[in-house]
């Protein structure tokens, strides 16, 4: 069964860093696009960043532009989403998802279980 299993939040002050990865069973999630989305409480989910199988393609919230760096290793069948400077306002839980088009991000076909980020002020 494909799957994709989230890690690396955790509880960080206003300014900190963290990163997240997402590993994906099955050698053919490599060639999907995958993408990062939050959901607050009380909020929609919503798209945060996302990267084409390739890595050549990869766009971002406007919210997280500049602070936030999504990257992948198809040799470890891992992308990642690094989150500097982070903001109260970041505190949600990430997913992690796959597409089989880079266009196609907005509507992923399978997710992960998610990770908490929480940012205190």
């Known amino acids: 069964q494909v799957q994709l299993v989230e890690s690396g939040g955790g509880l960080v002050q206003a300014g900190d860093s963290l990163r997240l990865s997402c590993a994906a069973s099955?050698?053919?999630?490599?060639?999907?696009?995958k993408g990062w989305f939050r959901q607050a409480p009380g909020k929609e989910r919503e798209l945060v960043a996302a990267?084409?199988?390739?890595?050549?393609?990869?766009n971002y919230a406007d919210s997280v532009k500049g602070r936030f760096t999504i990257s992948r290793d198809n040799a470890k069948n891992t992308v990642y989403l690094q989150m500097n400077s982070l903001k109260p306002e970041d505190t949600a839980v990430y997913y992690c998802a796959a597409a089989l088009k880079f266009s196609d991000i907005d509507d992923p076909r399978t997710w992960g279980q998610g990770t908490q980020v929480t940012v205190s002020s």
């Open positions: 099955g050698r053919a999630f490599v060639m999907y696009a």
């Open positions: 990267i084409s199988w390739s890595g050549g393609n990869t």
